[in-house]
């Protein structure tokens, strides 16, 4: 039978097609061979391409437009690696706590509604541990979960608020910058590898 395609997935691929256009005319005007090249591209868009770099960042958490570890490369990128891992750090965080309390007001049927079946499936179980906060701070701290989905399920727990933000400041700097430094790296090896 095949599976129904939901609005998420629709939105996550129409996200990726507009990555891989923007990657490709950055490629062909040759905005990505330097932060020199990047900054000047940006510079036209003045202060508003930090506010709008940090919305993305915390839209992306709500709904996956982009996936987080693309926009985390994309921050060291442009705003190079101290403004890019705190314009980052901001979004996420913010994104993150309005994901867990949107799942706080709409409760379980609306989290399942919108999480991808494997995702429900697979963690769902977390709901009935007691140890719910110790492997939710893990998985945080550790960029090998899918945050974003954790962050609502978050929200239909007994976590409080205060300990749930105090897990997300915490937290996400070194998952924030296991991503971006080590992007940011592969990224760079691939720009010299065709001859910038």
């Known amino acids: 039978m095949k599976r129904k395609i939901s609005f998420l997935d629709f939105i996550t691929v129409l996200g990726f097609v507009l990555v891989i256009a923007f990657l490709f005319y950055g490629y062909k005007a ?3 061979v330097s932060s020199d090249a990047l900054h000047s591209f940006l510079s036209r868009f003045g202060i508003f391409a930090d506010i709008i770099f940090i919305l993305v960042q915390a839209v992306q958490v709500v709904i996956p ?4 570890s693309i926009g985390c490369l994309a ?7 101290v403004k890019g891992f705190l314009y980052n750090y ?4 913010m994104g993150s706590i309005i994901a867990f309390l949107l799942a706080r007001r709409y409760g379980t049927i609306f989290v ?10 697979k963690y769902s179980s977390w709901l009935s541990s ?3 906060d110790k492997w939710f701070a893990l998985a945080i701290f550790f960029p090998v979960a899918p945050d974003d989905f954790l ?7 007994k976590i409080s608020l205060k300990k749930f933000s105090i897990i997300i ?8 910058a296991a991503y971006s430094m080590g992007l940011n790296l592969v990224f760079t090896a691939l720009i010299h590898s065709v001859g910038y």
């Open 30 to 32: 040759k905005i990505f």
């Open 65 to 68: 437009i982009v996936p987080g």
């Open 75 to 81: 921050g060291v990128l442009i705003f190079g690696p």
């Open 90 to 93: 901001i979004g996420i965080c």
């Open 112 to 121: 399942e509604k919108i999480s991808k079946p494997g995702l429900w499936k």
């Open 130 to 132: 007691d140890k719910f």
């Open 151 to 157: 962050c609502y399920l978050a929200g239909i727990t």
């Open 169 to 176: 400041l915490a937290g996400k700097p070194v998952s924030i």
